[in-house]
């Protein structure tokens, strides 16, 4: 088989036909054999119904089913996983990234390329906060880190078997894909695109969640956070010092009475702060270590659906 779609859906009823029907015509339209391997993150709503249906008349429709909902990454893991191309898209169920740039992708493929990432130039449709919050933190993320992140590139890519089995052997189960992608190296270039409004629905990202995946690709690829620590550690005593001379100065020499309470409070409260937000950074990389430790599964799948003709191919 030449190519697999990997598609994580939670809740997409709404588009979930409209994304089958329009990936269905571009994969067609690329003229190779090809799968749709859906994968449904616990979506409470109707998606997988809709989606064995396509099952249920399409061989090129695989779905896979998780048991509850795990997340975006970890569906995108095992899409990963399951999906059997030489090459391998990924893209979002909402249609925010337009499938009718696969053609581009293949092509650079074709020309020897392992990884083509989709780069934002634009994106419609989405609130100005979500916009800059997404611009810092790539700019961020990427400041923090010696591994060559792109900017502005989210999971929308095609990636070669050789870069999908080797993100697939990496162990680790937080698993910030687009960061793994980049870290196993290999050709990589960049194709540009708009992104667009959602088909339909709303966002499955709510501010919360956008958080906590800002705080997982930071601790999956840098512990610079946890050098803040020596870092505020050397300014805080050489202020201290410095500070510590003024006093003295004053006390031998001039006749002004050291005034104590509201500075006393002022340096006592800054550094309470200072030493609470380290901690609680600490915590954050034990957190995460104690996840990894446990070494629990990314994702549990219930079933899979559809892809039988593919599996006698194989045999
Ligand atoms: N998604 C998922 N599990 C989740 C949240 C999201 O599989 O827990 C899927 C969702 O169905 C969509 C993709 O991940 O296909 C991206 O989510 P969304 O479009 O809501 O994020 P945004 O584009 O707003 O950042
Ligand atoms: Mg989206």
């Known amino acids: 088989m030449t190519y697999s779609v990997v598609i994580p859906a939670y809740n997409e009823e709404e588009v979930i036909t409209e994304t089958y029907k329009r990936l269905s015509e571009v994969m067609r339209g690329m003229g190779e054999s090809y799968e749709l391997v859906f994968v449904n993150d616990g979506s409470r709503d109707r998606t997988a119904e809709i989606i064995a249906g396509f099952c249920a008349c399409d061989e090129n429709v695989r779905l896979v089913n998780f048991s509850r909902n795990f997340g975006h990454m970890p569906a995108i893991s095992a899409g990963m996983e399951y999906a059997r191309g030489a090459a391998v898209f990924i893209i979002d169920a909402d249609l925010q990234d337009p499938p009718e740039v696969f053609p581009q992708m ?36 990427r400041s923090m880190t ?40 290999f050709k990589q270039t960049a194709v540009p695109y708009v992104r667009q409004e959602r088909f339909a629905g709303k966002t499955k990202y709510p501010l ?19 050098k803040l620590a020596t870092t505020l550690g050397f300014l805080i005593a050489l202020f201290s010092f410095v500070y510590l001379l003024v006093i003295f100065y004053q006390f031998f020499f001039t006749d002004t009475t050291i005034t104590g309470w509201a500075s006393t409070m002022g340096i006592l409260l800054l550094t309470q ?43």
């Open 208 to 226: 919360r969640k956008m958080l906590a995946f800002a705080m997982d690709a930071i601790t999956a690829f840098s512990y610079k956070p946890l």
């Open 106 to 141: 293949a092509e650079k493929w074709r020309e020897g390329y392992h990884v083509v990432y989709g780069q934002r130039e634009k994106r419609e449709g989405e609130s100005w906060f979500k916009k800059a919050s997404a611009k810092f933190f790539y700019r961020f993320l």
């Open 146 to 185: 010696s591994v060559d992140l792109p900017l502005d590139t989210g999971e929308f890519r095609l990636i070669d078997r050789k870069v999908c089995d080797a993100v697939n052997k990496l162990p680790e189960k937080n698993r910030y894909i687009r960061g793994l992608v980049s870290w196993v190296g």
């Open 273 to 315: 702060g200072i030493v609470m937000m380290i901690l609680g950074l600490m915590g954050e990389y034990i957190g995460r270590l104690y996840e990894e430790i446990k070494n629990r599964p990314a994702y549990i799948v219930q079933e899979v659906i559809g892809g039988e003709k593919q599996n006698q191919d194989i045999l």
